[in-house]
């Protein structure tokens, strides 16, 4: 804080790691903790950050943007509190909430002319620069349509290129696939994926499959909780063994969802279904796991297991190398090894 | 300015600014035509009937001397004397637009400056000795004086204050005839209205942004916050004071032809009380007013931006705004005496808002701000409480901007 007071300000060029410490951060809501005691450290790469509703993503993600305070803790950018940083932090980072709000009276143009001018790009590079994105992300055709009359996907695009255009080496973007079609959200990925070249990206989504590809790290939320943050292999590890597939009679699918957490089911061509499920053990076909199955698995939709206690529980079993952080900021060798109960053993074709 | 010029085009281009605007423009031609056409004179209407005032008035146009007053008097007299009528309304019409008509617009005072000193109830015309207006303008400080007494009985600097405002103001007066007090009335209430429209257009400026979320991404660009806070605030104000000066510019200019360039070098006094404080003519009380009004439609604008910074729905700081801007007439109406005087010159919207209450009608009354021994004229206080108003709101709702968090 010397350097704050005095008035001196260190040089971001100098200190240049690129590198968004979240240290020990909370943020309550009158009897909600949003955000709790979370700390990480981001560098450069894509982020996926999965959490069902409520988890606390997108209030960490508007803290990181410096939209809001934190309770408690600090975000620091290589080593430089956000908050004394401003406009130069500002000028580094891009931005595309949940919601993507815009003037009604803008077009396409306007918009991306008006948000340039805000990030503060020359005038001489910004036609450029714009032209650029509406290639890239197929705006080009609706250049000069006010917003509000294009499609949802379209909306979505246009706010993506806002956050794009100053090529900001810091992208955090809440829900970004949301609205798009398939094709829209490959498209996507592939220029995210070009894009976080020695840049930090932090996307949120529920949409799995698109961290999944893309995500070179991800952090996973729970009750305000960071409960876990690997490698979507480290992370995809966790639940080795525990997904499982089988094909059952059509007639007793009934039976095996009220036993078994299905992931997902297919009808085959013989009248019966091939189901894929989540299970600690089971007589049938072990398969690859994927992210999403450990999103499930720490996110049953219809029971109240923790899922931390799930995590407990793999930790114990695993000792793999992916991080698993408790509330107060423990590794997992920290929580009990209290076993949580999981699914039950489900059967092989029947 | 880079960000100012296109937050100002992002505004003006928004649909409800243009349609205001329009609005703003119709209303101007409209309320500038409007008071020409209650002017009847002979049995002719508008435009028609005021030349024909202007006509019948002729002879006493320009200094307003004792001598012309004793004239004006005694031949108003003579006619009554003549036709054995007791009050002007007794003679037959054509008689009344013949002889008193062609007198009544230098008689205007007249009767309220020679008012018993104790009621303030006029003689009336027929009972005024015209040999006692050798010292007309005496009589005027003399009433004056008198009515201070009633006014600011137990305020003496207030007296003082009158007095020394009054000794400022020309004489003898100016009279031209043919000018209409409802050209002026509706100057207010034009002014009114485009405060009305400015509130409107102002409202939406930050408390928009909060509600579609625009804010979120706008705060996380480099110039989203203090530059963009001053841009929008800067944007309204200029896009509001512009509507509001060429309305009112475009209203004196309509009004002004439509009645005659040389009536409006007219003394306020021979429209209004003999002994009103400003020492004006019509055309600068015309562009008094409009000043006036444009500081307090500024300093409104100002205020609204603040409230639009501070409130997180755009139907909630619209309503908060348009309150401010009705907020004077209730406090007209509702406030007690003193505390009323000091609100008044406090609320921004003061001076545009209302009739009774704006800075025209204010500049009418002989009203006071009184602190011990200060004393302040209320119009003054309006103006110079609009001057310091208008860039500390403006500041506070950037600086609010700059602090929201949802």
């Given amino acids: 804080m010397i350097w704050f007071m005095a008035g001196i300000w260190p040089d971001m060029e100098e200190n240049k790691r690129m590198e968004l410490q979240i240290d020990h951060i909370s943020k309550s809501f009158k009897d909600k903790r949003a955000v709790d005691d979370v700390s990480m450290t981001l560098t450069p790469g894509v982020w996926g950050l999965l959490g069902a509703n409520g988890a606390g993503k997108t209030t960490l993600m508007r803290m990181i943007a410096g939209i809001m305070e934190p309770d408690d803790g600090q975000i620091r950018y290589d080593g430089l509190p956000i908050g004394t940083l401003k406009g130069r932090y500002r000028e580094i980072f891009g931005y595309l909430p949940q919601e993507f709000g815009f003037y009604p009276e803008f077009t396409v143009k306007d918009y991306l002319e008006y948000a340039a001018a805000l990030k503060g790009l020359p005038v001489r590079d910004t036609k450029r620069r714009i032209m650029e994105l509406l290639e890239m992300l197929s705006l080009s055709d609706v250049y000069r349509k006010k917003i509000i009359k294009l499609s949802g996907g379209m909306k979505r695009r246009v706010g993506i290129a806002q956050a794009l255009l100053n090529e900001p080496e810091l992208l955090i973007m809440d829900e970004p696939t949301s609205g798009l079609d398939p094709g829209e959200r490959v498209r996507f990925r592939n220029l995210l994926s070009e894009f976080a070249r020695d840049r930090i990206v932090l996307i949120s989504t529920h949409i799995v499959s698109d961290v999944e590809y893309i995500a070179t790290r991800n952090a996973v939320m729970k009750d305000g909780r960071l409960i876990a943050e690997g490698t979507t292999e480290e992370l995809v590890r966790l639940v080795d063994g525990k997904v499982w597939q089988c094909v059952i009679p059509a007639e007793r699918l009934p039976e095996y969802e009220r036993r078994l957490r299905i992931v997902n089911m297919r009808n085959e061509s013989d009248g019966r279904i091939s189901i894929r499920y989540l299970a600690e053990s089971a007589d049938a076909e072990p398969v690859a796991p994927r992210l999403e199955d450990l999103y499930l698995w720490l996110f049953p939709q219809d029971t109240a297991q923790d899922a931390a206690g799930e995590l407990r529980n793999m930790r114990t079993n695993k000792q793999s190398a992916v991080g698993i952080v408790g509330a107060r900021g423990q590794t997992a060798s920290d929580l009990s090894n209290d076993s949580a109960p999981g699914p039950k053993k489900g059967g092989r074709n029947a | ?406």
């Fill in chain 2, 1 to 406: 300015m880079r960000v100012f010029y296109l937050e100002l085009k992002r505004i003006v281009k928004t649909r409800l600014t243009w349609i205001l605007l329009l609005a703003s423009l119709a209303m101007t031609l409209l309320m500038a035509w409007l008071p020409t056409t209650f002017v009847e004179v002979d049995g002719l209407k508008g435009l028609p009937a005021v030349r024909r005032l202007k006509e019948l008035q002729e002879d006493t146009a320009g200094e307003v001397t004792p001598e012309k007053l004793k004239a004006a008097l005694s031949a108003y007299q003579q006619c009554l004397k003549e036709y054995s009528a007791e009050t002007a309304n007794d003679l037959p019409d054509g008689v009344r637009t013949r002889h008193i008509l062609p007198l009544t617009g230098v008689l205007h005072g007249v009767n309220e400056v020679y008012a018993d000193p104790d009621t303030g109830i006029g003689p009336g015309l027929p009972n005024i000795d015209p040999a006692g207006l050798d010292d007309y303008y005496g009589d005027c400080r003399a009433r004056l004086m008198s009515l201070m007494r009633m006014e600011q009985k137990d305020h003496p600097a207030a007296r003082a204050e009158a007095m020394r405002l009054y000794e400022k103001v020309e004489t003898p007066y100016h009279f031209y005839p043919g000018f209409n007090t409802d050209a002026l009335d509706y100057q207010i209430l034009l002014g009114f209205v485009l405060t009305l429209f400015a509130a409107v257009i102002a409202a939406p400026v930050f408390s928009s942004d909060y509600q579609t979320g625009a804010d979120d991404i706008q705060r996380c660009m480099r110039h989203g916050r203090m530059a963009l806070g001053a841009a929008k605030t800067g944007a309204v104000l200029l896009i509001c004071g512009a509507q509001f000066s060429v309305c009112m510019v475009l209203f004196i200019l309509i009004t002004d032809s439509l009645f005659g360039w040389e009536t409006v070098a007219t003394s306020v006094q021979m429209l209004y009380s003999a002994t009103m404080l400003a020492d004006m003519t019509v055309l600068e009380i015309q562009w008094f007013t409009a000043g006036a009004g444009l500081l307090s439609l500024l300093a409104t604008v100002s205020l609204t931006a603040f409230l639009s910074a501070r409130i997180r729905t755009t139907v909630a700081a619209l309503a908060a705004a348009l309150f401010s801007c009705v907020l004077p007439v209730f406090v007209y109406f509702a406030a007690p005496a003193s505390v009323g005087l000091w609100l008044r010159a406090l609320i921004p919207s003061s001076g545009a808002a209302g009739v009774q209450t704006s800075i025209l009608y204010t500049m009418l009354d002989y009203d006071f701000l009184n602190a011990g021994s200060l004393a302040i004229w209320l119009p003054e206080a309006m103006v110079i409480a609009t001057v310091l108003e208008l860039p500390a709101f403006a500041a506070a709702g950037v600086r609010s901007y700059i602090r929201h968090t949802l």
